[in-house]
C-alpha cells in the first residue's frame, strides 16, 4: 500500500480542521494581612514582564514553584465604576481605557449596588493574560469591609474602597517562571477578532486532539522501517495549514517536537514549555510585583497601606506601575439628573468616580493617569517623611513609548492601548514591615485638610450597618418583617433570595431546593423563621420568604438582576430557605463607596517629571 500524496492530506487536514474560504486569513498577508512580616522571601515571587504571547503585552510570571489551589499574589482591590456611560457619554471623545479591564458587576458581588456600572480589580485581577491552552488560575470573591471605620465618625471611610482582599488561586501546579493565565470568557475574543486575530478556544483544542487520534491511526497504519521519515513528513505538509490561520490551525502543535509532546499530553498542554521564562530572564527584565504587600495603615483614615515585604534598599523598586490614561479628567464626573428631562445636568455635579483617588494628575493638565498594579493602589501619602517617590520607567520597559512623554493630550486621545509606565522607588531604606508612603503633592493635602475641616457624617449613620457585616455571621437569626417592625435593621439593608422571575410565571409557593441557588438573586421579605437541629446538634435556623413586587422593588430603590419583577397582588413564596442561600446585601448607592460629598481628588506627579507637553488648562 502506497502513502497518502500530498494533496490527499492537506484535503483531509482542511476538512478535519474545519478551513473554509469563510475564516481563512493569509498568515503570509498579517502578522487582608497584619502589619508584621510572617515570612520574608528575599527573592522576589512574582515578576512583570513581557507575555509570552506575542503583541500581547504585559503578562505576570511566577518567581516559585506553585502547587495547586495555592494564591499566587497580594489580594487585589476592586473599586465600583457607577452607571459610567450614562455620565460620561458626551464627555467620550477618546477611547476609556479602563472598560478593556473592567469585570461585570456580578463577578464581584456588584450587581446589586447600582443600575449599571463595572468593576475594576486593581491588581493581578486585571493583569494576567488569557491563553485557552494553559488556563492556571482564577479570581477569587472579595471581602468587603472598611478596616473598622465607620460612616458615623470617621471621615476617610468614604475615600478608599472597601472591596478588598480578592485573590488569584492556581487551579494546577506552575512551574517557576511560568506565566499566569485566567479566562476571559469565549466572547471576549469572538468580539475581538479583528484585534486579536483568530485565537484558539477551547474546543479548538478538543478537535485538534481528536484529529491527533487519527493522526495517530495514519502514523501506525503507514509508518513502516522503509520508510522512517514518513511521520515527520506526513507532520510538515500537514504544518502547511498553519499559513491559513483558523481557530483551529491556530491550536495545531508548533513542530514536529511539539507534535511528539501533543501525542502524549494533548495539543493544549504541548504549548506549557512556550509559557515559560527563565529566572534569570525575569530577573534581567522583568520588574518584582511583590516588594510591597497590603496591611492595615498606621494612619487611621486611611484604611488600608503598603508594606514592604522585604528589605528594599535607596533607589530600590518599590512596585511598577504601568499606568492606564485618561486624557479628560471631567469622564470621571457623577452629574445630577434634570428632573423634566430625566438626562444628566452637566451644570450640577453630584461626585466623582471613586476610582480617581487612585490616579494621578496635575494641576494645569486635564490629563489623569492610572496605575493598575497591586499592591502599590495600597500606598498611602506622607508630605511631611515619604520613603518612595514615583519616577518614570526606564526606556525600554515593555509597554513604556518614551516617546508618548513628548506628545500632546490631543495624540494620547488617540492611542487605545497602554504605553505609559511609573516606577514606585525607594528614597531611601525601607525594612521589612514599613508601611511606605510617598508624597501625594500640595494640592492633594490641602484638598484633605478642607474636607476633614468641612466634614459632617450623614443623617441616620449612627445605625448603619452593612449588609456585608449582617452577612458576615450566618448563625445570627434575621429578623422577620413583622419583628423589624419594633425592631428595624438599617434603612439600606436589604435581603435577597435565589429566584427568576418571568412575564406569565403563576404565583404559588415553592420549598426550597438546592439546585434553586443557581437562580440570579431576587429582592425578598423574610415572613417565618423556625429553629431545627442539624446532624451535628447544632441550631440552624430556615426562613419563609416572599418575593417583592414591582411595586416594592422600585419603591424600595432596589435593582433585580436577571428578569422581570413580580407583578403587584401576586404571591411568589418560597418556604425552608437555610440561612446560606438568602444575602443581605445593600441598597442601590448606599454604601460608603457610592455617598455624595465623598473625598475625591487625584495625587498629583510631581512637577519635576510632568512633561510640559501635556499642560493644556
Not at 476609556?96 to 449596588?113: A, C, K, N, Q, R
Not at 482582599?165 to 499566569?180: D, F, V, Y
Request: hydrophobic share 35%; glycine share 6%.
Amino acid at each position: 500500500m502506497t502513502a497518502p500524496t500530498l494533496c490527499t492530506v492537506l484535503a483531509c487536514t482542511l476538512l478535519l480542521l474545519g478551513t473554509n474560504s469563510n475564516d481563512v486569513v493569509d498568515a503570509s498577508a498579517s502578522s487582608s494581612h497584619d502589619n508584621r512580616v510572617l515570612v520574608e522571601h528575599p527573592e522576589c515571587r512574582l515578576f512583570l514582564a513581557e507575555s509570552t504571547i506575542p503583541n500581547a503585552g504585559l503578562g505576570i510570571f511566577t518567581g516559585i514553584q506553585l502547587g495547586q489551589n495555592e494564591s499566587i499574589a497580594e489580594p487585589d482591590l476592586i473599586v465600583p465604576l457607577t452607571d459610567y456611560e450614562w455620565n460620561a457619554r458626551e464627555d467620550m471623545d477618546f477611547h476609556f481605557l479602563w472598560i478593556d479591564y473592567s469585570w461585570m458587576v456580578s463577578e464581584v458581588g456588584m450587581e446589586t449596588d447600582m443600575y449599571d456600572g463595572c468593576a475594576l480589580v486593581i491588581g493581578t485581577g486585571c493583569m494576567p493574560n488569557c491563553n485557552y491552552a494553559l488556563i492556571n488560575a482564577y479570581e477569587g470573591k472579595p471581602s468587603y469591609n472598611h478596616v473598622n471605620l465607620h460612616r458615623s465618625k470617621d471621615p476617610g471611610v468614604f475615600g478608599f474602597t472597601g472591596f478588598h482582599n480578592q485573590k488569584m488561586i492556581t487551579t494546577q501546579s506552575i512551574p517557576a517562571g511560568g506565566e499566569i493565565f485566567v479566562a476571559y470568557g469565549e466572547h471576549w475574543f469572538l468580539t475581538r477578532s479583528d484585534d486579536m486575530g483568530t485565537v484558539p478556544l477551547p474546543d479548538n483544542f478538543e478537535i485538534v486532539d481528536d484529529f491527533l487520534k487519527r493522526f495517530r491511526k495514519l502514523k501506525g497504519k503507514y509508518q513502516r522501517s522503509r520508510n522512517p521519515d514518513f511521520t515527520k513528513d506526513l507532520w510538515d505538509a500537514i504544518s502547511f495549514v498553519h499559513n491559513y490561520e483558523t481557530r483551529n490551525t491556530n491550536a495545531l502543535p508548533r513542530t514536529y517536537e511539539d507534535l511528539q509532546e501533543a501525542l502524549a499530553v494533548g495539543s493544549a498542554r504541548s504549548f506549557l514549555p512556550y509559557s515559560v521564562r527563565s529566572l534569570d530572564w525575569l530577573k534581567e527584565h522583568g520588574r518584582c510585583m511583590d516588594n510591597i504587600r497590603p496591611g492595615n495603615s498606621t494612619i487611621k483614615q486611611a484604611g488600608r497601606g503598603a508594606f514592604a515585604a522585604r528589605f528594599i534598599p535607596k533607589g530600590g523598586l518599590v512596585a511598577p506601575g504601568p499606568l492606564l490614561h485618561i486624557p479628560n479628567k471631567t469622564a470621571l464626573n457623577i452629574y445630577e439628573i434634570d428632573p423634566y428631562t430625566e438626562m444628566r445636568d452637566t451644570g450640577r455635579i453630584y461626585g466623582k468616580q471613586l476610582i480617581l483617588n487612585y490616579c494621578f494628575g496635575h494641576r494645569k493638565s486635564t490629563l489623569l493617569l492610572c496605575p493598575y498594579t497591586s499592591p502599590s493602589a495600597y500606598i498611602n501619602h506622607n508630605s511631611e517623611s515619604p520613603n518612595a517617590r514615583v519616577v518614570w520607567a526606564k526606556e525600554g520597559t515593555p509597554n513604556f513609548q518614551h516617546d508618548w512623554l513628548n506628545d500632546d493630550i490631543d495624540f494620547l486621545k488617540t492611542m487605545e492601548v497602554i504605553g505609559l509606565s511609573i516606577d514606585f522607588i525607594a528614597t531611601r531604606d525601607i525594612q521589612p514591615g514599613e508601611e511606605v508612603f510617598i508624597d501625594y503633592g500640595r494640592e492633594w493635602e490641602e484638598a484633605w485638610d478642607a474636607y476633614i475641616k468641612e466634614w459632617k457624617s450623614p443623617e441616620g449613620s449612627q445605625n448603619y450597618i452593612s449588609g456585608a457585616e449582617l452577612q458576615s455571621d450566618l448563625s445570627i437569626p434575621l429578623r422577620t418583617s413583622l419583628e423589624q417592625q419594633t425592631e428595624p435593621y438599617s434603612d439600606n439593608v436589604v435581603f435577597y433570595c435565589h429566584y427568576e422571575y418571568y412575564q406569565g410565571w403563576p404565583d404559588g409557593m415553592w420549598k426550597w431546593e438546592a439546585s434553586w441557588e443557581e437562580m440570579p438573586l431576587y429582592p425578598c421579605k423574610i415572613t417565618s423563621r423556625k429553629s431545627i437541629l442539624d446532624k451535628d446538634g447544632n441550631v440552624q435556623y430556615h426562613y419563609d420568604a416572599t418575593m417583592l413586587t414591582f411595586s416594592e422593588v422600585i419603591g424600595s430603590n432596589l435593582v433585580i438582576p436577571a428578569g422581570d419583577a413580580v407583578p403587584d397582588g401576586e404571591n411568589h413564596i418560597m418556604t425552608e430557605i437555610p440561612r446560606s442561600a438568602i444575602e443581605a446585601r445593600d441598597k442601590m448607592y448606599t454604601k460608603n463607596e457610592y455617598m455624595p460629598n465623598s473625598f475625591r481628588h487625584e495625587m498629583m506627579v510631581p512637577d519635576d517629571i510632568f512633561p510640559d507637553s501635556w499642560i493644556n488648562i
